[in-house]
Every structure is written in structure tokens, then in C-alpha cells.
């Protein structure tokens, strides 16, 4: 039996500007001690003291970034926190603030954007932020959100994408290629779904790949774990784009080259499975697939010895003299060159 059960659909216009604001913020608290003034005045006031500040923005346009057709508005908002505060945790600096901006079309009801600011308010919980402003505007067509996050740090702590050295090792938190096989997974849903809208789709085998896509995390704990462990990385990035692309980022950055080691990169069983499934190479999508929200960073080769054999971490390869270039050893010890499509590129093909 399906329940009849209309899900109300409470128009915008019917609340005003003010009354919308006011509903979906009344139930942010402030937890961090430099947040001094949050949401209802024209201005956030912060004091970060003797910290340095740090700031990263993303936007993200319906059609573009994400898709409501199998994207859950409340799964959408705490995504949309995370790709933030990931920038923030990838300058190895603790999230406090972060502010949202949303543009909405009328055909959007109230209920819509209250979920959005679920998933929003689970987020600031989860990474201990405080939503401190922002700002609520109509849109011709869909919906947008932007996320401003800052953070603090000390000054000596702060890891840019510059300090990467000779000989340095590059390192990577967790696993790759995930979040891409479940986009991948839930494209191939929506297409049966859309050819027979019967038809249940089993996505048993591939919890762990959705999961990724739909609900990524940040790395928070990585800087507490490093600094526990006595290490300072040289340089730092989070992967947004693909493992390929940020390499590129830290050498250029850095002016130094890199060997990566094919057999070295980190794969989840299940994503290594739907790879086969799809007949899809595991490393090409390891090395380009994006969205993994890891953390690449490199440490100086006398810090092997405090990282070899820790769970959250993979020694993936080592810097080089820039002149010998960005290069993938393969399983069979051959070398190529390493390209940075990022994964827009790679969905073109
Ligand atoms: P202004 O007219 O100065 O832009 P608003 O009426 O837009 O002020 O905002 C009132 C308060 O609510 C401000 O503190 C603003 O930062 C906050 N705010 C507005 N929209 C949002 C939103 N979508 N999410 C969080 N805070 C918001
Ligand atoms: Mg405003």
C-alpha cells in the first residue's frame, strides 16, 4: 500500500523575504569561541586573536554541480558544506564559520529549502562550524548555493601547495576513485529508472560507492592526527578534481616533479569490483575520477617512519627534480606521463 500522504509544498512568496530567512536560521547555535556575533545583524563579527584567518568560497549551480534528480536537497546542503570546509581542512586549519548564499526559483517550496538547511545544519554539527550570515535571493531558474568557510590556524601550522621539496614522499588520506564510480552507479539508475519507472533499483553492492558521492566527508581529523604524530606536511591540497590534476597542482606549485606508483594507489574492494562491472579501468579512474574530498599532501622523507603502516594513510609516491617531469610507474615499471583531466573532462569522453 502506498501511503496517502501529500508532502506540503509551502510557497516562498508566502513567508517574504524576512520570515524565510528568520525560519531557516532560528536554530543555528554558535559553539566556537571567535564567532562574536553570528546571523541578525548586517555583518558577522569574528576575532580569530592571535590565529591566522583562513577562506575559501564554492558555488554550485543546479545542472552544473549537481543534479535534484537523484541528488536529495538534504544530502545536496551537507555536501555543499563539506567541499568547503575540505578547502579549509587542506591549508591544514580547523573550520569555525562558514556563511550561505541561496538563490531559489519560485517552483521550489518552503519544505525544499528546509531540507537543504538539514543537511546545512548536520554538516555545521558534524565539523563543529558555526553558520555566522549569508544571504536569500530569488533565482529565474533553478537553485544556487554558495558557501563561504573560515577557519583559523597558527600561523607556523599553516601548510600551503608550495612547500613540496626533492625527495619529499606524497601521501594520501583514505581511498580514490569512489565518489566517481557512484555518479557512475547512479546515472546508470536513473536511465533504467527513466526507461521503467517500476523498476527498484538494488544498490546493495554499491553502498559504500553512493555513499561517497552523495554524502563525502572531510578530512577534520587529518591535521589533528598529523600534528599527533609530530609531522608538518611540506605542502598540502585537497582532491576535488582527480588524484592527477592536484600532483599537478603541488609540482607546479612547488616547481618539483613526481613519480607516482600505480601499484600504490589506494582502492576501496567494492570501487575495484564496479570498475570491473563497468569495464572501466580502476587506475584511470583512481588517478581522474575527483570528488574524494581526500587530502594529498607531502612529508619529508625523515617522517616515513611515523606514518608507514597508519590506517588513514598511503605513501603513493615521491617528489622529484622538476626537469624529470609528472610520471605514473605502472605495474609493468614503465613510465607515463601524468595528464590533469579533472573529471569534467573525463565525463566529455
Ligand atoms: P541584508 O539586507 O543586510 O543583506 P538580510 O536580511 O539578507 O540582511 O539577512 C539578515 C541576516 O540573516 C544576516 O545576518 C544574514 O547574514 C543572515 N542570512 C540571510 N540569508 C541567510 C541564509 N540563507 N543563511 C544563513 N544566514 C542568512
Ligand atoms: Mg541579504
Redesign the pocket.
Known amino acids: 500500500m502506498i501511503e496517502d500522504k501529500t508532502p506540503q509544498r509551502t510557497s516562498i512568496a508566502q513567508l517574504g523575504?524576512?520570515g524565510l530567512?528568520d525560519h531557516?536560521?532560528k536554530h543555528f547555535e554558535i559553539k566556537n569561541e571567535s564567532t562574536i556575533k553570528g546571523?541578525?545583524?548586517?555583518a558577522?563579527v569574528l576575532d580569530f586573536q592571535n590565529k591566522k584567518t583562513v577562506v575559501s568560497t564554492d558555488l554550485l549551480i543546479e545542472g552544473v554541480h549537481f543534479d535534484l534528480a537523484y541528488m536529495p536537497l538534504k544530502h545536496l546542503g551537507y555536501k555543499a558544506v563539506v567541499v568547503n570546509v575540505s578547502d579549509i581542512y587542506a591549508m591544514n586549519a580547523k573550520a569555525t564559520q562558514i556563511?550561505?548564499?541561496?538563490a531559489v526559483s519560485n517552483r521550489f517550496p518552503l519544505e525544499v529549502l528546509e531540507e537543504l538547511y538539514e543537511g546545512i545544519t548536520l554538516a555545521a554539527k558534524q565539523y563543529d562550524i558555526d553558520?555566522v550570515?549569508?544571504?536569500?535571493t530569488s533565482s529565474q531558474k533553478g537553485l544556487i548555493i554558495s558557501i563561504t568557510a573560515l577557519g583559523e590556524a597558527d600561523a607556523d601550522d599553516i601548510v600551503y601547495r608550495n612547500g613540496a621539496e626533492q625527495g619529499d614522499l606524497l601521501v594520501v588520506s583514505g581511498d580514490l576513485g569512489a565518489a566517481y564510480m557512484g555518479l557512475q552507479v547512479l546515472e546508470r539508475e536513473k536511465q533504467v529508472f527513466q526507461v521503467n519507472p517500476n523498476n527498484q533499483p538494488d544498490l546493495d553492492n554499491y553502498t559504500y560507492l553512493i555513499e561517497r558521492q552523495l554524502k563525502p566527508e572531510a578530512r577534520k581529523d587529518v591535521a589533528e592526527i598529523l600534528k599527533a604524530l609530530d609531522i608538518k606536511p611540506t605542502s598540502m591540497i585537497d582532491i576535488s578534481d582527480g588524484l592527477s590534476s592536484e600532483v599537478m597542482h603541488l609540482c607546479k606549485q612547488s616547481t618539483v616533479g613526481c613519480n607516482v606508483y600505480e601499484d600504490k594507489l589506494p582502492m576501496d574492494p567494492q570501487f575495484i569490483n564496479v570498475c570491473e562491472e563497468f569495464n572501466i579501468d580502476s587506475t584511470t579512474i583512481a588517478l581522474n575520477g575527483g570528488e574524494d574530498y581526500e587530502l594529498l599532501f607531502t612529508i619529508k622523507m625523515d617522517d616515513f617512519d611515523k606514518i608507514k603502516g597508519n590506517p588513514n594513510f598511503t605513501v603513493i609516491g615521491h617528489m622529484t627534480q622538476e626537469s624529470e617531469g609528472i610520471h605514473l610507474v605502472t605495474r609493468a615499471n614503465t613510465k607515463i606521463a601524468l595528464k590533469a583531466r579533472g573529471w569534467n573532462a573525463l565525463q566529455e569522453e
Open positions: 523575504e524576512f530567512i531557516l536560521t546571523i541578525g545583524d548586517d558577522a556563511t550561505v548564499s541561496v553558520v550570515g549569508g544571504d536569500t
